[in-house]
C-alpha cells in the first residue's frame, strides 16, 4: 500500500499511528500547531492501564462535580460557563452516567488497553526502541474504610474481567513498597498495569518516525480543507497546502474545532491535568494513586512524577497554584517524610485531555467525510491507548481486519 497520509496531531496517538502507518508503506506526514516538546504527552502520569476499565462518565461523578464545582482545589473541577458546546457536552455526560453504560463500555475499554500494553511490550522488544518500561502494577491506595470498598467493588469486577487484582491491608503494602513510608488504610493492587517516562518514549518514537521518512511539519497550523466528491483532496494550513490520499485527526482537544471546518461535530471538552516532578529519591518503586485525592504517583527514569486533577475549563494552559498545591498537599498526607518543596510547585505544567462525554475515544471512519479517520477523545487514557489507536487507525485505512471490536468508538455515536 502507499497512501499519502496526513496525521493532524504530533501526540502521542499521532506519532503511534504515524509508526503503524509507516510500516504498512505509506508515505506519512504529521502536522502539529506545537514544536511536539511539550503537552499531555509530555507531562501525563506515563501509565498503561487496564485496570482502568471504568469510564469517566461513571455514576456518581455528576453529583460529585456539581459539589466539587465550588471548590477549586478538588480533583474533578468543572469551570460553570455560558458555552453552547459546553453544556451540550455536559447534557450528553449526564445521559451517559448510568450503571448499565458503563457496564456495557468495560469489555471495550479493557480491551483496548489490553492490546495497548502488548504493543507497547513488543515496541520495547524491538530493537527500534530503548525507552523506560516497566511492569510493576498499580496500588489504588486509600486512607478511609469507604473508599476502600469502593475500589474493591470495582477490583472485583476487574477479577471477573481476568485481571489480577488483591486486596492489601497496610502491613501487605509496607512489604512490597517497605521504604516509601506510604501511610494508608490499604490498597487494591493490580498487577496488569505498566508504567513509562513520557518524553523519553515521544522523543525516540519521533526520532525514528524522521530516520524512516516520516515529514514533520511543526509549529503549524491546519486552516481549511480543499474537498471533491465527499473526499479531502488538500489541507490548507498557515505555510502550505498539502494533497492527501487519507487523513488522520489525532489533535487532542483541538479536534472539535478543526472538523468543524468540515461539518463534523464530535464533542470534546479540554480536561486539563497538572504534574510535578520530583527529581530526588523519594524511595517509591510502585505506581499509586492515591485515592481520596485523585492524584497519580509514577517513579519515572531519574525522577518521581505527582500528576492529577481534572479540570473541564476550556482550552487553557493556565496555571492554577491552588490545583497545584492539592498535589503537594496530597503527597505530604500519603507518604510519611515527603514534602514537595515550593521551587517543585513552581514548576508544574500542565496539559489537556481530550473527553468525550462517555468516557469512551472516538476511533474510526465519519459518514461523513470519506477519507478521514478520526482518533481522539481518548481523556486520561491517551498514553495507555497510544499503540493500539496508532495500529488499529493503520489497519482501518489499509483495508485489514481490525485488531478488536471497535463498535464503541464509532465518531458518529449519539449522546
Known amino acids: 500500500m502507499s497512501k499519502e497520509v496526513v496525521i493532524i496531531g504530533g501526540g502521542i496517538i499521532g506519532v503511534c499511528t504515524a509508526y503503524y502507518l509507516q510500516k504498512e508503506g505509506c508515505k506519512v506526514t504529521v502536522i502539529d500547531q506545537t514544536n511536539m516538546k511539550s503537552g499531555a504527552s509530555y507531562v501525563n502520569a506515563g501509565y498503561i492501564t487496564p485496570s482502568h476499565f471504568i469510564s469517566l462518565a461513571a455514576p456518581g461523578m455528576i453529583t ?27 447534557l450528553a455526560f449526564k445521559k451517559s452516567a448510568t450503571k448499565a453504560k458503563v457496564a456495557k463500555s468495560i469489555p471495550a475499554i479493557l480491551n483496548i488497553n489490553l492490546l495497548g500494553r502488548d504493543l507497547y511490550e513488543d515496541l520495547k522488544k524491538s530493537n527500534d526502541f530503548n525507552f523506560h518500561f516497566e511492569r510493576k502494577g498499580l496500588l489504588m491506595c486509600y486512607k ?27 502491613k501487605e503494602v509496607s512489604k512490597i513498597e517497605s521504604k516509601a513510608n506510604l501511610n494508608v488504610k490499604g490498597a487494591i493492587y493490580y498487577h496488569s498495569d505498566a508504567h513509562m517516562t513520557p518524553h523519553l518514549f515521544m522523543k525516540q518514537m519521533i526520532g525514528y518516525l524522521e530516520q524512516n521518512g516520516v515529514a514533520f511539519y511543526k509549529n503549524e497550523t491546519v486552516k481549511d480543507f480543499n474537498l471533491s466528491s465527499g473526499k479531502i483532496t488538500e489541507i490548507i494550513s498557515d505555510k502550505r497546502k498539502i494533497k492527501v490520499d487519507e487523513v488522520v485527526l489525532t489533535a487532542g482537544s483541538w479536534s472539535s474545532l478543526i472538523v468543524k471546518k468540515l461539518g463534523i461535530k464530535i464533542p470534546i471538552q479540554a480536561g486539563k491535568g497538572y504534574s510535578i516532578n520530583v527529581e530526588r529519591e523519594t524511595n517509591i518503586t510502585i505506581p499509586a494513586i492515591l485515592c481520596e485525592a485523585k492524584v497519580a504517583v509514577t517513579p519515572m527514569h531519574g525522577f518521581t512524577r505527582f500528576a492529577g486533577t481534572m479540570e473541564i475549563a476550556g482550552i487553557n494552559h493556565d496555571i492554577n497554584p491552588k490545583r497545584v498545591a492539592s498535589i503537594a498537599k496530597a503527597a505530604k498526607e500519603y507518604y510519611t517524610n515527603l514534602e514537595i518543596t515550593p521551587k517543585e510547585t513552581a514548576a508544574a505544567v500542565c496539559g489537556l485531555r481530550p473527553c468525550s462525554p462517555d468516557g469512551l475515544p472516538y476511533i474510526g471512519k465519519s459518514f461523513k467525510c470519506k477519507n478521514l479517520t478520526i482518533a481522539t477523545g481518548h481523556a486520561m487514557m491517551g498514553w495507555s491507548l497510544g499503540p493500539a489507536t496508532g495500529k488499529i487507525v493503520s489497519e482501518i485505512i489499509a483495508e ?9 468508538f464509532n465518531p458518529d455515536r449519539k449522546f
Open 400 to 408: 485489514k481486519k481490525i485488531s478488536l471490536d471497535i463498535s464503541a
Open 144 to 170: 478511609s474504610d469507604k473508599v476502600g470498598e469502593e475500589e474493591w467493588e470495582i477490583g472485583k469486577v476487574g477479577i471477573q474481567q481476568g485481571l489480577k487484582v488483591e486486596n492489601l491491608t497496610a
Open 64 to 90: 460529585k462535580g456539581i459539589k466539587w464545582m465550588f471548590d477549586a482545589t478538588s480533583p474533578f473541577y468543572v469551570k460553570p460557563r455560558l458555552d453552547l458546546e459546553f453544556l451540550k457536552w455536559s
